[in-house]
């Protein structure tokens, strides 16, 4: 009882800082907006400046949402990868899905040129960068499951995740090498990572991606528990390990391949975040689990994000690196702090 209460506390905390780091996001930047304007525009009325209202609903607001999935899509993907492999290094990106997703936008970034006018630009819009993000990061994963099903090494299986991601990397180089100016500019601006620039229409086919990947997710912390005491334990339990299998590569590539089209390849989060969560809150029940990460998640990435704009200045840092800036120290402090990893 006592152990729940302390859950439900952690819980509500986490949902009260996220909340309060969200209105925060919306109201720095180059301009200083008032939180009662804010607040005032979110709800439909009129604000002190018209401008202002311009600013909060057609930029900020979006660019806030986009966190909070980035956030929370990344780190529950994460966890969904280290209880998968039971291995704490386990994630997106040391698996290769990032790289994967990277290299299906290479594809239509630098390689669209070759196909030219209308199917150029065809292959360039939002929905093609999500189905191309998601098709790699699931090809890439897929790829390396069906190797690891043969070995049962995990820094074996480590090993091949970094020879995929090897893989990847020297097929966008020879993209790179014979692209355009325009077109490698475009690229790498896109591997920088960026939440903004965000339209309506992206934010709301991301929030697709996003709640269908963490409602699946929350329906399979039962599977997700008995995993963590080994395939033969889950099977004991009913669980089925190839149909589980499956589940978690297609919930965490459509989380991670969305995300990743639209906001780059952001790093640390789904490393890092499910390691933090277990040090505030130690506990191995994906029913707590999943919503804390979630929460985590969201509340780092929306700080990532007002530290990388730079409050009332016109510059905006790369994401990407803020999360990596941010993130590791905070993690080695927590770990040399408890002198454990929990997992």
Sequence with gaps: MENTRSFRKWMLLLLILTVGFFFVNISLGSVSIPLKDIVTSLFGGEVSKESWEFIILDY?????????????????SGLL??????????????????SGASLGVAFLILGAG???????????????????SALGSFLVLLAVISVTMRIKDTMAILIIGLMFGSVTAAVVAVLSYFSNAEQLQQYVFWSFGSLGNMSWKGVLILSVCTVIGIAISFL??????????????ARSMGVRIKRTTLVIIVTTSVLAGGITAFAGPIAFIGLAIPHITRQLIPTSNHKILIPAVLLCGAMVMLICDIVAQIPFSEYTLPINAITSLIGAPVVIWLLVRKRKLLF
């Design 220 to 233: 399979s912390s039962k599977s997700l528990n008995a995993l963590l005491l080994g395939e033969n334990y």
């Design 81 to 98: 990868m280290q209880t998968l492999f039971r291995n704490p290094l386990a994630g997106p990106f040391v698996l290769g899905l990032s």
């Design 114 to 132: 070759a196909f030219g006018g209308f199917l150029g630009n065809l292959l360039l819009s939002e929905w093609s960068l999500v189905i191309a």
């Design 60 to 76: 900020r607001l979006p660019k806030a949402l986009t966190a909070v999935m980035v956030g929370s899509g990344l780190a529950v």
